[in-house]
């Protein structure tokens, strides 16, 4: 008699866990992971819907509109209860950024679904409209066409005045000694002017080729009904005009520029830095020889011959890069490399000094004892970052050509990190851990610091600075050309939209990894802030 209590106790309990199992069976499913952008900071109250996938493929009047939805936390976290058991389709929405599907199975145990959304395209639709008056200087007259100096880098023609006039009609071609044929006169009878004055050759009619086709801002050219205001000429006017006035010489600078990110260049190889060195040596030869062709007036020649020297000591640096490139190709060491590079990047270096000191100081000075100093003569810096050229930034640079023209990439760790994060104009520091009021104004910046914590140079190392805002988030990036080992550089974010105002949001900032990283725990960081009016 007292075993019967025992067995009915035992097949309540049998009873009791096998409804427990079935009650679990039929218990919510969970789904858990965290959202994230491309640069890998947290994606806040973005929308997680689950759906299942008979409801889904059903009609709208067989299933209810969802089956669960959450929003991920201000960590980019989210927790997903569904109701039972089965297939789902799981979508992850933000403004900004592409929608998402993915297919999960519900069973008896979690999921973890880690997302990284993606940047949408966001569709725009810019209307250009422009009358006559909002451009003057490009209005043209009856019987003259306009040929911008923009409009002709985008054809296969020339950028000489006469390759422009060849263009127009009543240009019928060439005469003796080459000259234009225009409106039906002889060749030699056309007028050439620039800036409203003379520039014919005198004994053929011809046009003087001593201007610098850079400063060109347009070209006109009249064939019929010429303005009374011109005379000395039967068949057409060619005027060309030229650019307002700058402090630098453009085309120069740009060879020296397009040198820097050439040599900064991830990935690049022997083969192709070899390349395209030789094409701007022969842009470099170009201006020379513009700057030979040059019709100076007496007083300037002693300046403008050493702006001529200071030009050609580009040239003879650039030869000698490329000379010593591929004198080192086959060699193992990377100092000895470095150091003959470096001689031969001196030249360009001392170019800029020829310049200044030999070429626009002593213009200036002539141009002020003739009472002409509203004149600027142009400045011309070539290398405007030194250390780029110094022994060990190119043994450097030599190193990580040479990994790369073997398919690898230079020994030993690559890495960076980001050091801080300044507001700007203040310049307080922001933390992880502590929440920042930040007074917003037209002066509003920031300051991110990298550092370069690996044991190789670092080029072209991108920085990206994010702030969430609906309906888009605001995101600027920024590049540092070149970290050497164990320094700090820093890139400055400006020009902010308004942000958003009076509620608890975040400064974003990542570094992207560089090639051969591999620990990217401090390559990021989220700062809380606030931003106010004042």
């Not at 066409?145 to 422009?164: I, T």
């Not at 080729?209 to 005379?231: H, M």
């Not at 050497?484 to 949001?505: A, M």
């Amino acid at each position: 008699m007292a075993r019967a209590p025992r067995a009915g106790f035992v097949s309540l309990c049998g009873l009791l866990i096998g409804l427990s199992a079935l009650v679990c069976a039929e218990g919510p499913g969970t789904v858990t992971g965290r959202i994230t952008d491309p640069s890998g900071l947290a994606v806040a109250n973005a929308s997680v819907t689950a759906v299942a996938v008979n409801q889904a493929a059903g009609t709208r009047a067989e299933r209810p509109a969802r089956a669960a939805s959450a929003r991920s936390d201000g960590n980019g976290s989210y927790t997903l209860k569904l109701p039972a058991s089965g297939e789902y389709r799981v979508a992850f929405e933000f403004e900004g950024f592409e929608r998402q599907e993915h297919a999960v199975t519900i069973g008896d145990d979690p999921i973890t679904l880690d997302v990284r959304l993606e940047l949408a395209a966001i569709p725009q639709t810019i209307r250009v409209t422009q009358t006559p008056a909002d451009n003057p200087e490009r209005e043209s007259k009856p019987g003259e066409v306009v040929f911008p100096a923009d409009a002709l880098d985008r054809v296969p023609v020339g950028r000489s005045p006469e390759r422009a006039a060849e263009m127009a009609p009543g240009v019928s071609g060439r005469g003796p000694n080459n000259a234009l044929v225009m409106a039906g006169a002889f060749s030699y009878g056309n007028l050439f002017l620039v800036d409203s004055l003379p520039a014919n050759e005198n004994t053929r009619g011809l046009s003087r080729p001593f201007f610098i086709q850079d400063a060109v801002l347009e070209t006109r050219v009249s064939t019929g009904a010429v303005p009374a205001e011109y005379g000395r000429f039967q068949g057409g006017v060619v005027q060309t005009i030229t650019r307002s006035g700058g402090n630098t010489v453009a085309g120069s600078i740009r060879i020296g520029k397009t040198l820097s990110e050439l040599l900064t260049t991830p990935g690049l190889k022997q083969a192709e830095l070899e390349t395209k060195l030789g094409g701007l040596i022969q842009q470099q030869q170009q201006q020379v020889q513009r700057a030979q062709g040059l019709d100076v007036p007496g007083l300037l020649r002693p300046a403008h011959d050493h702006a001529v020297e200071s030009l050609q000591l580009r040239v003879a640096g650039l030869q000698g890069l490329l000379d010593a490139f591929k004198a080192t190709k086959d060699s193992k060491d990377s100092g000895a490399a470095g150091e003959q590079l470096s001689a031969q990047a001196r030249r360009l270096e001392a170019s800029d000094v020829v310049w200044q000191d030999l070429f626009q100081r002593p213009a200036e000075s002539t141009l002020a004892d003739e009472d002409l100093s509203d004149v600027t003569v142009p400045q011309s810096v070539f290398v405007p970052t030194v250390e780029l050229y110094s022994s060990r930034s190119l043994a450097s640079i030599w190193q990580r050509i040479h990994g790369a023209s073997t398919g690898g990439t230079a020994s030993g760790l690559h890495g960076t990190g980001l050091a801080f994060t300044k507001v700007l104009p203040e310049g307080t520091q922001l933390s992880p851990s502590v929440e920042t009021t930040i007074t917003s104004s037209t002066d509003l910046g920031f300051e991110v610091g990298v550092t370069n914590t690996g044991e190789n140079q670092e080029v072209s190392i991108t920085v990206t600075l994010t702030i969430p805002k609906q309906p888009s988030p605001i995101v600027k990036k920024a590049t540092i050309d070149l970290i050497d080992v164990g320094e700090t550089k820093s890139v400055t974010f400006k020009d902010f939209p308004d942000p958003p105002f009076g509620e608890k949001t975040s400064v974003q900032v990542s570094v992207k990894p560089v090639q051969g990283e591999k620990n990217t725990a401090n390559n990021s960081a989220e700062y809380p802030v606030i931003f106010s009016l004042g």
